[in-house]
């Protein structure tokens, strides 16, 4: 059991590194990827801005000075042969330009026509996108008037087609996510080797810790016993006539009764840890290990006025540990009894389903178990109302136990609960019944 603890708890610290290293991950590709396009695009539109500028300041030159001749050196591109323009005069007329491709050129002809449709001001930079023959295009264009003398004579619409500057930049965070990807997976196997490492001092304090429950309980075992021993003496002294002494020697004899009984459940839980508990597989009469069980029971069942009911398989036989099947089910009906108020009834019922699988059920009509604590009632020393557990002896290792003893048998353990009408525990058993 506790190397499964270790191991789940070295998953757990593994896989919340994992997740905060992806969502770093996640968010520094975010980050980047933005930066990136804001870094781009603001190139991209100085670029566009310069270009109208230039082309808007010739092409009121070319209206002011008719005489001068464009092959004579004036270039309004300025060089610029990636991009291209469009001028018109303030009438709607194309006066002047420098064509796009014939692929793209329809396309930027209906962006300039619905300019204002898009709401887009003079001096803005936009992006258009459209699929021309299944072909992803990006356009980014601008507009800028030509001023004379302060009075608009036309407008300048000047762009670029940037489709492959945002598929190098889609290209680029989609490289950064595998190496974020192969870092992740890096990271989760660096987080596997330290979440070991820390583990390291947790482990050797817990082996400390159970092999100090382990030898404790083993020393305490005999001085126990004889004090126990001691105390069924004193108690069975005639010579011994004082009340107050023998109420002494009953609370002694009570209080080692509890003691013994959990340096045994110690012992028990020590060994399972150090793996130490081996079964002792042969033939079982369970009928005869429930009736033996209820007998056992029956005196504190008499004392509560409680029910004890038996149903089920009057013979039913199995290969299984004989000593901690008995155990197993002394366990439960204990509980069942000690939590059932007076005047209810505890129904222990046998059946065997199907070959080879045997189910014990122990159903009471006690306190019951709330939702949220029923999952945690296998849990070491965990008790669901503690100061009644304290008054009835109990130490929260009985279902731990009885849990163990049902995973060493390969079977399940159960429980099925509402709070103010009762328990029900279901052990499911592995076995091949003889005939």
Same mark, same amino acid.
């Given at each position: ?7 789940? %708890? ?30 781009? %695009? ?394």
């Amino acid at each position: 059991m506790s190397m499964n603890v270790f191991r789940n %708890s070295r998953r757990q610290l593994t896989l919340y590194y994992s997740i905060v290293m992806a969502v770093f991950f996640i968010v520094l590709i975010a980050v980047m990827h933005f930066t990136m396009k804001w870094a781009v %695009s603001s190139e991209q539109a100085r670029e566009l801005m310069d270009m109208a500028k230039s082309v808007a300041h010739g092409q009121a030159v070319l209206i002011q000075h008719p005489e001068l001749r464009f092959e004579e050196g004036f270039d309004m591109k300025s060089g610029q042969d990636r991009l291209f323009f469009y001028v018109f005069d303030d009438e709607g007329r194309l006066v002047n330009f420098s064509r796009s491709s014939f692929f793209l050129e329809p396309f930027v002809l209906d962006i300039i026509k619905g300019w204002s449709e898009h709401e887009e001001e003079l001096g803005d930079v936009a992006v258009f996108s459209q699929t021309i023959k299944e072909r992803a295009v990006r356009v980014m264009m601008t507009a800028y008037p030509i001023v004379i003398d302060e009075e608009q004579i036309g407008m300048v619409y000047v762009g670029k087609e940037v489709s492959a500057v945002y598929k190098g930049l889609q290209k680029s965070t989609y490289a950064l996510a595998g190496l974020a990807g192969l870092a992740l997976v890096i990271a989760t196997v660096v987080g596997w080797f330290m979440a070991g490492k820390a583990i390291v001092p947790l482990r050797e304090a817990y082996e400390k810790q159970r092999q100090f429950a382990a030898d404790a309980s083993h020393e305490l075992r005999t001085p126990l016993s004889v004090v126990m021993a001691s105390a069924e003496i004193l108690e069975s002294d005639a010579s011994i006539t004082s009340p107050f002494l023998k109420q002494v020697i009953g609370d002694v004899h009570d209080e080692v009764k509890k003691m013994t009984k959990l340096v045994s459940d110690l012992l028990v839980v020590a060994r399972s840890d150090n793996q130490a508990l081996k079964l002792k597989i042969g033939k079982v009469d369970l009928a005869a290990a429930v009736d033996q069980t209820l007998r056992l029971m029956q005196p504190l069942a008499d004392k509560k006025n409680i029910c004890l009911l038996r149903e089920g398989e009057e013979k039913l036989t199995a290969r299984l540990d004989e000593q901690k099947v008995k155990q197993l089910m002394l366990i439960l009906v204990d509980n069942a009894v000690k939590y059932t108020p007076e005047g209810g009834s505890v129904t222990v019922r046998l059946t065997e389903p199907a070959a080879g699988k045997v189910v014990f059920e122990v159903q009471d009509t006690g306190i019951g178990i709330a939702p949220e604590d029923q999952e945690r009632i296998f849990d070491r020393f965990y008790r669901v109302d503690k100061a009644r557990s304290r008054e009835m002896g109990g130490n929260g290792l009985g279902l731990a136990i009885a849990q163990e003893i049902v995973n060493l048998h390969g079977g399940t353990i159960k429980v099925a609960s509402t709070p103010g009408q009762g328990t029900t525990f279901t052990v499911t058993l592995k076995s091949a019944r003889e005939k």
